[in-house]
């Protein structure tokens, strides 16, 4: 049973889940290898690519924009870029901000082109008015139809010009990683400062790190507050290797922690996880670890920890659910920016924590959970929107709840994680239409 | 009845206009907005009664729609988590075969029981003979018609996938409606259609199209079609330009003395007809040139590929009536061939144009197959015709449409009856040609007769045609 072809699902509590399970590839590696290779002229090959919808988004945008794609097995691509990118297409990004952003840097040297998505309620609410006032201030003619810069958005570079641009990092560092993809198209050096503070640290390393891969030097400096490109290097052909993604191995890391459970994590990678294992072993979760495997032994109990989600912004959630359980009060800091995702992970993951039966409270950048080891007693129905974080975290809830937790729109796990419930199944959980 | 009077213009036509988008682009894109389990935009859908009503069924089968304007209907689809069917509740697909055909085959993919109605126009037609392959596939079918509706009641299955075989002798639109719900099934679908001979292929393949785009696999030998189980995709689906209400502008161009006509907002269809019209006018000198960036095209007259120019109709039946139009304008001798088909649509549309334009005056003469019916039509080269009189649409607005595309070209003013059928397909035709200066007036009923008293009727009622060099 295709269980993504539902829009609600009951997940039932679990006894004990055993087994071994591979998380996905990275989308966040995936997206911005897939658009590094496109913008290089020949065949690029990316290993392990990852299969969600965010990714497959972006390589349907790259294939539109004259990219060919070979899939010579189900996770890896050969993909051709093409010698120049076509203008005035129509693209969708799906639900994906990183996909969105990136693309508005890497077609922002085009003739017209248009971002449009059928995701009104979530992308199609969220602001790129950074986005578009950097690309303004680069020549682009840019045209939003919503306020704040919302889609749909039409780009033309026919004057596009490098320079100096500074960019807000707040609410998102994917509209800084959107523009160093554009600084590596232009011929004369680009310089970039972020404006105030930058929060999503990790993700900005994964862009830099993509780039130089396919020969975009660029000259950051340390604090990551300031980058210059040279203008002379060009995108060229590269070979990459995608990682696992670290939102799927945060939320099977909770999952596995949750309840008793004996369970192996074979890994490729552990990216954007900062500061993630020690949270789990402080919290009192047994875990040993060797180069490609995590096995956790969980269903202990779990004491309250503090967390700065700043270093693993995609962690938040589920480690917040596995907090849910935990024997007191632990705080989430520093993660303002996450109100700015498929939907806002602050308030409204806490108001479906509340609806799951969990007390939680909020500040501007903090999310706190007043955690019961019994579990919530179950039964409830709690929303995603749109948000496969969210999916998930409930997931982790509902497995140690007393009578399960029914998922609305569930389906939304595929952006990140499509076998999220067929990997659940498989290491004994239990999931009904 | 409604009758306008349209004056040849003196000096070509130009301007730019827009044309409407294709209907049955737009009921694909519902049914496979409904079927999707995320969100689609359906940009620039054609609106009329038939897709209003399928809108409202599959609302009621657990669409919502989540934003709607004159350009965009934004909707979030059920997968396979369509409300569960109640009689209380009956689905209506008033007079539309399309939608009472799809939406059969749609709630067999439904918990619970549907009953389905169709209006009394629907008894008359070959439906419920057709709708064996829900039993084939798992679900349950019974007929609950009496004298003033088509009634079935469908009662869904959570096992629905095998193989069935569908007539396609008579419509297309069963095998589209297995073929769109097929996806959904929990097994995988094989279709065969046994008979030859199969009419709307490029339906057909329209359906086919869209569902691959919204990646789904469908593999097709033929007239055999095999579709895995699978998941629908969120898509911003483009409504496709209706090439056959272009045709007329381009007949316009051709008829009217030449000029440069743009089409604005004109959004290709991937369809094999579509390009296979604009090739055939390229040979009758007509060029359709598009910009892409702009998202226009530009209508111009020029000259045609060769001093004869032979057109096999058979994959473009909606334009034979317009091509019938165009003929006597052509500087080269034009044959059209294998439309005898065409005979079968709304009405004897090939006969009918051949006989209305020789009235206008035309030197357009039948042309016969080795049975010796009819078989398409050939004009000499340019001759215009005299014009005047009365022509009537006979119900049919192509007709229509293409008499007052023969009409610009002639020496007189021409009345032409059946400005009432335009909703059916170009609404806004008449603006149309306003946007491209040509003069046109209603006309009473009244008037008409007067006109026609006044013109003598010379435009050929009996006799020879009078066409002059």
Redesign the interface.
């Known amino acids: 049973m295709d269980l993504l072809r539902y829009n609600e699902l009951l997940v039932k509590p679990v006894g004990k889940l055993s087994g071994t399970v591979v998380p996905p590839a990275a989308k966040s590696y995936s997206a911005r290898a897939v658009l590094a290779a496109t913008l290089a002229p020949g065949r690029s090959r990316i290993d392990n690519v990852a299969t969600s919808h965010n990714v497959r988004a972006m390589i349907e945008c790259c294939q539109a924009l004259g990219a060919q794609v070979d899939h010579l097995a189900p996770n890896r691509i050969d993909l051709t870029g093409p010698a120049r990118l076509r203008d005035g297409l129509t693209l969708n990004p799906g639900n994906s901000g990183i996909v969105l952003r990136l693309l508005m840097g890497a077609t922002a040297a085009l003739r017209r082109t248009t971002f449009m998505s059928p995701y009104v309620a979530s992308l199609g609410s969220r602001s790129n008015q950074e986005m578009l006032t950097a690309l303004g201030g680069l020549g682009v003619r840019c045209t939003a139809d919503g306020a704040e810069g919302r889609l749909p958005i039409t780009l033309d570079g026919t004057d596009v010009h490098s320079g100096s641009v500074g960019i807000s990092g707040r609410r998102s560092s994917q509209f800084l990683s959107g523009l160093l993809y554009l600084g590596g198209l232009l011929d004369e050096p680009l310089s970039v400062c972020v404006t105030d503070e930058l929060k999503a640290r990790p993700m900005v390393h994964t862009t830099l790190r993509v780039l130089e891969t396919a020969g975009v030097r660029i000259d950051a400096a340390p604090d990551l507050m300031s980058f210059r490109t040279n203008g002379a290097d060009k995108y060229h052909a590269a070979d990459y290797t995608v990682g696992s993604d670290p939102a799927s191995m945060a939320a099977l890391m909770a999952v596995a922690s949750v309840v008793e459970s004996d369970v192996v994590i074979r890994h490729s990678g552990l990216e954007e996880l900062d500061g993630v294992l020690r949270y789990l072993l402080d919290a009192g979760v047994a875990i040993t670890t060797d180069e490609s495997t995590i096995r956790i032994r969980g269903g202990g109990e779990l004491r309250p920890i503090d967390f700065d989600g700043s270093k693993a912004p995609d962690a938040v959630l589920p480690l917040a659910a596995l907090a849910a359980h935990a024997h007191g009060t632990s705080r989430f800091s520093n993660i303002e920016h996450l109100r700015y995702k498929e939907c806002d992970r602050i308030s409204d993951f806490r108001r479906e924590l509340l609806n799951a039966g969990v007390e939680a409270d909020e500040e501007r950048d903090a999310l706190i959970v007043h955690g019961s080891p019994k579990g919530v007693p179950g039964g409830s129905v709690v929303r995603s929107h749109y948000d496969h974080a969210v999916v998930m975290a409930m997931s982790v809830i509902a497995l140690r709840s007393g009578a399960g937790l029914t998922i609305q729109d569930s389906q939304y796990v595929a952006q990140t994680y499509p076998d999220f419930f067929n990997d659940l199944l498989g290491l004994g959980g239990s999931v009904a239409s | 009845m409604t009758t306008i009077r349209v004056s040849p213009p003196s000096s070509g036509v130009s301007g730019e206009v827009r044309v409407p988008t294709s209907k049955p682009h737009t009921q694909r894109a519902i049914l496979l907005g409904l079927l999707a ?5 359906i ?1 620039d859908p054609a609106w009329s009664s038939e897709s209003r009503n399928l809108l409202g069924a599959a609302t009621e089968l657990g669409l919502e729609v ?2 709607e304007d004159d350009q965009c209907l ?1 909707v979030i689809g ?4 369509l409300t569960v069917g109640s009689a209380d509740r009956p689905l209506s697909a008033d007079g539309s075969g399309f939608n009472f055909r799809t939406l059969a085959a749609v709630a067999c993919l439904r918990r619970g029981t549907t009953v389905l109605e169709g209006n009394a126009s629907m008894l008359a037609r070959p439906v419920l003979e057709h709708l064996r392959f829900a039993a084939d596939l798992g679900a349950r079918i019974e007929d609950l018609s009496d004298s003033r509706h088509l009634r079935i009641r469908v009662t869904g299955s959570r096992r629905l996938g095998g193989d069935t075989e569908v007539d396609n002798r008579h419509s297309s639109q069963v095998l589209t409606a297995v073929l769109l719900v097929a996806p ?1 099934a ?1 097994r995988p679908v094989r279709v065969r259609c046994p008979q030859d001979g199969t009419v709307g292929e490029g339906y057909v393949d329209l359906t086919v199209e869209m569902m691959r785009a919204h990646r789904v696999e469908v593999e097709r030998d033929g007239s055999r079609f095999v579709v895995q ?3 629908y ?4 689906y ?1 409504v496709a330009s209706d090439f056959t209400a272009l045709s007329y502008l381009a007949g316009a161009v051709a008829a009217g003395g030449g000029g440069s006509v743009v089409v604005r907002d004109y959004s290709p269809s991937s369809l094999s007809s579509e390009a296979e019209f604009l090739e055939v006018l390229r040979h009758l000198g007509i060029s359709a040139v598009r910009d ?2 702009a998202g226009t095209l530009r209508l111009e007259r020029g000259t045609p590929a060769g001093p004869r120019i032979e057109i096999d109709s058979r994959n473009i039946p909606t334009v034979v009536p317009t091509l019938a139009a165009i003929a006597p304008y052509v500087d080269a001798e034009v044959v059209v061939r294998n439309a005898a088909h065409v005979n079968n649509h709304k009405c004897r549309r090939l006969d009918v144009m051949i006989s209305e334009l020789f009235r206008l005056g035309c030197d357009i003469s039948p042309t016969f197959d080795s049975r010796g019916l009819v078989d398409g039509f050939s004009t000499p080269g340019p001759r215009k015709p005299t014009g005047g009189g009365l022509l009537s649409s006979h119900g049919d607005h192509r007709i229509f449409m293409s008499l007052t595309t023969a009409a610009l070209g002639a020496r007189h003013r021409t009345a032409v009856e059946g400005a009432q059928h335009l909703p059916a397909s170009f609404p806004g035709y008449l603006q149309a040609l306003a946007d491209m200066g040509v003069y046109w007036e209603h006309s009473s009923p009244d008037s008409d007769s007067e006109c026609d008293r006044r013109l003598g009727r010379r435009s050929g009622t009996e006799g020879q045609p009078t066409a002059t060099a």
Do not use: K
């Open positions: 389990n995320a969100p689609s935009s940009v989540l934003e934004v059920t997968g396979r988590s959904m929990d189980p699978g998941s995709q969120s898509q911003i483009r892409p960036l």
